[in-house]
């Protein structure tokens, strides 16, 4: 299984960038996705999340009414479009795959994940 995250870039603060994630791999089969961020000296931290069937939506405190995590079934993608950034939003984005039914604050924890792409590095400038 592979998850290839790709969308990240340069972007000035109150600017838009969408990040897509790709899902592969025979096997593949999870519950539903996530996104992570990370900058260097703190932890991973949730972003968002989503069921794969019914597409129900979990998204952290910072960036509800910001971003909207969204998936494509008949292609394995799901996709994180990040609107009004704030610098505070720099970091490398992680998408992740998760096999377990999540309820609630589960969706937080990055021990529930069990695939997980490489970073994408988003900047935003002042």
């Known amino acids: 299984v592979q998850l290839q995250a790709s969308g990240g870039g340069l972007v000035q603060a109150g600017g838009s960038l969408r990040l897509a994630c790709a899902a592969s791999?025979?096997?593949?089969?999870?519950?539903?996705m996530g996104w992570f961020r990370q900058v260097p000296g703190k932890e991973r931290e949730f972003v968002c999340g989503?069921?794969?069937?019914?597409?129900?939506?979990y998204y952290a405190d910072s960036v509800k009414g910001r971003f909207t995590i969204s998936r494509d079934n008949a292609n394995l993608t799901v996709y994180l479009q990040m609107d009004k950034l704030k610098p505070e939003d720099t970091a490398a984005y992680y998408c992740?795959?998760?096999?377990?039914?999540?309820?609630?604050?589960?969706?937080?924890?990055?021990?529930?994940?069990?695939?997980w792409g490489q970073g994408t590095l988003v900047t935003v400038s002042s």
């Open positions: 992740a795959a998760t096999k377990s039914v999540l309820y609630g604050s589960a969706w937080y924890l990055r021990e529930r994940y069990n695939y």
């Open positions: 791999g025979r096997t593949f089969s999870s519950y539903g």
């Open positions: 989503i069921r794969w069937s019914a597409g129900s939506t």
